[in-house]
């Protein structure tokens, strides 16, 4: 081999390190990750909203109250799954989207929590409580309030991830020269208490 191809060989191995220590390939890997998370939490919101339409079932034979709470919880799921306010991955990192995004879900959350609320004084409204499905309902909830957490919780890991390694030299010299990143948003509760599920127990 030739002086001028080793020479060739050592500059785009030194090239080639220092796009990588720049953080050309962390950069999209870590936004890539936080888009997958982003995609996760998306997915819960949605399972919990296909659950309502269960809760229109049970609460049918009941009393006026119930119905009301049932209006709350059907005209919010309406507000949480409509086009308006749902997000793409690539709106992540516009605060306003994502907060119109968190605010309608914890208007939902908000919601469910009547059902809780409403069945606290269970002898008050034992037809409901006879209502075998009911029970079923609630539980299926309750397990997707949990699994909606868990999903926040990975989303943001992954936007905190992402966030320090645009941030952190050498990689924020890709992030800004190559990609132009920008900070994506963590999910946030909008209003105190909105991050805790709504308490659905019997």
């Excluded at 888009?35 to 049970?58: C, H, S, T, Y």
């Excluded at 009301?68 to 793409?88: C, D, M, N, Y």
């Amino acid at each position: 081999m030739s002086v001028s191809h080793y020479s060739r060989a050592a500059f785009v191995a030194v090239a080639a390190a220092s796009l990588a220590g720049c953080g050309v390939n962390t950069v999209p890997t870590a936004e890539e990750n936080a888009k997958a998370k982003w995609g996760d939490v998306q997915a819960a919101f949605q399972e919990r909203a296909n659950l309502i339409p269960n809760l229109a079932e049970v609460v049918k034979a009941s009393g006026e109250q119930e119905k009301a709470i049932l209006t709350g919880v059907v005209e919010a799921r309406a507000k949480a799954t409509s086009p308006q306010i749902q997000i793409s991955a690539d709106d992540l990192t516009d605060p306003a989207k994502v907060a119109a995004f968190q605010a309608a879900q914890n208007q939902l959350s908000q919601s469910l929590g009547g059902l809780g609320r409403l069945m606290a004084n269970v002898e008050a409204y034992p037809e409901l409580k006879s209502i075998a499905n009911y029970s079923t309902f609630m539980s299926q909830l309750e397990g997707q309030e949990n699994r909606i957490r868990i999903a926040i919780r990975d989303y943001n890991g992954a936007v905190q991830n992402y966030n320090t390694t645009i941030r952190t030299f050498p990689s924020a010299i890709g992030a800004k020269v190559i990609y132009g990143a920008k900070p994506m948003v963590p999910y946030q509760a909008v209003s105190p208490g909105a991050e805790v599920a709504p308490k659905v127990d019997l």
